[in-house]
């Protein structure tokens, strides 16, 4: 794949400081297995995690499945209330703000550009939908809009009547973008928007979200499992486990110098091109616990090589080093 770096000295330089989305001690808990006899049992799939984007910049998001990911960005759309905690947009509480205006600030870029977008509607009402939700523009004034966001996506005029079984994944993916972006939002919030199209699609789809990014100052928050689009895209980078952040920080730093052993191999994981490597191996011992009967301590210590009886335990706080913050006793005080 062809890829252009998003992220430049000069990126780094512009005054961006302007906090658009935060999360203060966020959690979120389920009660599931409830029977007719039998007593709910408490799944705690976000626990007091607490993260910021500034305008401009791009959050990414990663852990394995089950993480708590997507539970996250559901509160930061605003579709799952928080059990605790707080999610400010622009520093007003998103608790507090009607869907409607959430829904005009912040937009989803799903990871399945054909599930997400109906097969029975043409481009131009797909794409024109959030206007014509929220009462924007006339019928003719839409159109225009329309086609100027297809261009802006890559989107040919003559697709305009088109319907997405027509169309390429990744065309119904500038679809799915487009219709992210016809209403002027601030933040994208992007789950997996490549992994399920073509790797020969995906660099087209990524140099996209490249440019948009820089011609229309976009905030994003990037959930991805694909590490490479991690490294080229993130400013950010937030590692959760079992629904807690275990490290947080600038994307460089965390990829340069990775401090919580799980981050260390879910980077030693990462395929590579380079003749004669193979496969990675995954260290990562026994399979992923279940959530509903979390391990003591330290949630990550029965896969942890460097695990110790202190990990088995007690649970690590947050430490912070250089702008750089990684829950583990290996580095606690």
């Not at 679809?175 to 933040?187: D, E, F, G, K």
Request: hydrophobic residues 40%.
């Amino acid at each position: 794949m062809n890829l252009r770096n998003g992220t430049t000295d000069s990126d780094n330089m512009t005054p961006q400081s302007q906090r658009v989305l935060e999360c203060q001690n966020v959690s979120r808990d389920f009660k599931v297995g409830k029977k007719l006899f039998n007593k709910a049992l408490d799944l705690k799939a976000v626990q007091n995690v607490s993260m910021n984007v500034n305008r401009g910049e791009v959050l990414a998001v990663v852990g394995e499945s089950g993480c708590g990911k997507t539970t996250l960005t559901k509160m930061m759309l605003g579709l799952l209330p928080v059990t605790s905690g707080e999610i400010l947009f622009e520093e007003e509480p998103i608790s507090g703000i009607d869907i409607r205006s959430i829904a005009k600030k912040v937009q989803p870029v799903f990871q399945d550009p054909y599930s997400s977008l109906n097969p029975r509607k043409t481009l131009e009402a797909i794409i024109s939908l959030p206007m014509k939700v929220h009462g924007i523009g006339t019928a003719e004034e839409r159109r225009g809009r329309v086609l100027e966001i297809m261009r802006l996506v890559e989107l040919p005029p003559r697709f305009l009547h088109s319907y997405p079984n027509q169309l390429s994944g990744g065309q119904r993916q500038r679809v799915a973008i487009a219709r992210a972006l016809i209403i002027n939002p601030s933040i994208l919030i992007c789950d997996e928007p490549t992994s399920a199209l073509d790797v020969s699609v995906q660099a087209h789809i990524l140099n996209l979200l490249i440019d948009l990014r820089q011609e229309l100052n976009l905030t994003y928050v990037l959930v991805s499992h694909d590490l490479a689009v991690v490294e080229l895209l993130a400013d950010k980078v937030a590692v959760m486990y079992l629904g807690r952040l275990i490290e947080y920080g600038p994307g460089q730093q965390i990829f340069n110098s990775p401090r919580h052993p799980y981050t260390k191999l879910l980077l030693e994981s990462v395929l590579t091109p380079e003749p004669g490597k193979g496969l990675p191996e995954i260290a990562l011992g026994k399979e992923f616990p279940n959530p509903l009967n979390p391990p003591s301590g330290c949630a990550f210590h029965p896969r942890c090589t460097e695990a110790t009886e202190q990990c088995k335990i007690t649970r690590p706080v947050l430490t912070v080093e250089n702008g750089q913050s990684v829950e583990c006793h290996l580095f606690s005080d």
